[in-house]
């Protein structure tokens, strides 16, 4: 199955933890279709961004570490959480250009994504909150609980 992805895809997984806990397929509906790859090559993408030391195993800190820094990216006005508005916010997430269209559904996309992050509801993702969407989601994709994500791993998570 070939995926429709952006030439910026990568910086679509600015979305990182949250975009991974919940199936990569729900990224290339956010991109345009000025590329197509296949859905390997777009797990590749996003692996190699949380392989900091390309030894072709993502270790909880290097994971968490790409958490960390996309949730300062989305928290804007620098006050500790992530407000709906900052997280569907196209900017930090790097796009390009993308058509009106393809980005609405994204942001159908994020909403929805946004529910499910902030489990108390109050309309603010905290800190505590994306670190424990973090740690739900290594845990399910590292299947064999050895405490790394291999591509082999994070494929199959990602259906
Ligand atoms: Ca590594
Ligand atoms: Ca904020
Ligand atoms: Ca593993």
């Known amino acids: 199955m070939a995926w429709k992805v952006s030439s910026a895809w990568t910086a679509v997984g600015v979305a990182g933890v949250a975009a991974v806990l ?17 859905k390997e090559q777009a797990v590749q993408l996003v692996f190699k961004r949380f392989d900091a030391d390309g030894d072709g195993n993502i270790s909880n800190a290097e994971f968490m570490k790409v958490g960390d820094q996309d949730f300062k990216a989305f928290d804007a006005n620098k006050d500790g959480s992530v407000s709906k508005a900052e997280f569907l916010d196209p900017k930090p997430r790097r796009l390009g250009k993308v058509s009106d269209s393809d980005l609405a559904q994204a942001k159908k996309i994020w909403a929805r994504q946004f529910e499910i992050l902030d489990t108390d509801k109050n309309g603010a993702l905290s800190d505590a909150e994306h670190e424990k969407a973090g740690k739900r989601s290594f845990t399910h994709m590292d299947q064999n609980n050895d405490g790394e994500i291999t591509m082999a791993e994070m494929t199959a998570a990602a259906r």
């Open 22 to 38: 919940l199936g990569l397929d729900a990224i290339p509906a956010a991109a345009q279709s000025a590329q197509t790859m296949t």
